[in-house]
């Protein structure tokens, strides 16, 4: 399949794993041009400069940009959610978006407001059984589904790799 068009992923990546890794694999596989939107509140529990550098790195051909602002996270919290995210997409990405990629159901309705379509990725999680707080939990357990720059942060924070 030729790669066409504009497409925009983002997420939390606290921390990157090969789930996200699948999803933004196939966006980039599949888009001419991708934005990567890296966001994160003050009290994270992994920094979200640092997840901004991670997925620079791991991403170069994309642009990687941060969203530190903080804004609501869940479209109940806030009755002007999806107007205020739309906003925040635009900002990033103020190009017309072909697809939104996700793993998550909220892509459907991102890819709605931003006039893309949705490209959903996995979201049964049938290839990729993992989350980000699987992996803050016990990440000596999934350390072969990160990528080098996450395992090299928790190791120097003392986190070794659990035993087969």
Known sequence: MARSGNGFLLGKFMPPHAGHQLLCDTAVSECER?????????DDPVPGPLRLDWMRSLYPGARVLGHDAIVPQEPSEHPDFWPIWRSIVRAAHPEPIARVFASESYGARLAAEVGARFHPVD?????????????????????????????????????VPAQS
């Open 34 to 42: 991708l934005t990567i939107l890296v966001c994160w509140l003050p």
């Open 123 to 159: 979201i049964a999680r049938k290839r990729v059984a993992l989350s980000g707080t699987m992996v803050r939990a016990d990440p000596s357990r999934h350390w072969t589904l990160l990528p080098a720059p996450v395992r090299a942060w928790y190791a120097g924070q003392g986190v």
